[in-house]
């Protein structure tokens, strides 16, 4: 994908970041890295914390139930491989590790998850707060 394609899409999804398609309260945003499992497993979105290298730290009820992954089958693996491969590519991949190299990130984009399922359309908040190391993938699904 073109740099001017990538740089297209990454503006759009910062733009949605902006905008009402906002699906997670801004405290939640805010205070997620100090959430405990059983809170983060009550919210009615998926959640799923990665490391920098996009390995699973974190899995909740709410994605394992809608995506039919155990989270045993899903911590400790790498989510754009292994859990799922459907995103990796320039848009989902490309912007994750873009935010990582900035060290922040926080880009709404929609999107269609399609591994081990029929097209399932998605909203998606990638984000990482400035001066934390922290990655959060947000998921609402449809």
Not at 48 to 72: P, T
Not at 99 to 109: H, N
């Amino acid at each position: 994908m073109s740099d001017a394609i990538m740089k297209k899409i990454q503006e759009q999804a910062a733009y949605w970041a902006q905008s009402s398609a906002r699906f997670v309260e801004d405290k939640v945003v805010d205070e997620i890295a100090n959430y405990d499992r059983s809170q983060i497993d009550q919210l009615p979105y998926g959640v799923i914390k990665l490391d920098d290298d996009g390995k699973i730290l974190l899995f909740n009820r709410h994605e394992s139930e809608k995506s039919g992954v155990a989270v045993s089958d899903a911590e400790g693996k790498s989510f754009f491989s292994q859990v799922a491969p459907c995103t990796n590519n320039a848009i989902f991949l490309g912007s994750f590790q873009k935010g990582v190299g900035e060290g922040s990130m926080d880009l709404i984009f929609p999107y269609t998850f399609t591994y081990k399922m029929k097209p399932t359309p998605v909203k998606v908040h990638l984000y990482r707060k400035e001066g934390s190391s922290d990655n959060w993938v947000f998921v609402k699904w449809s």
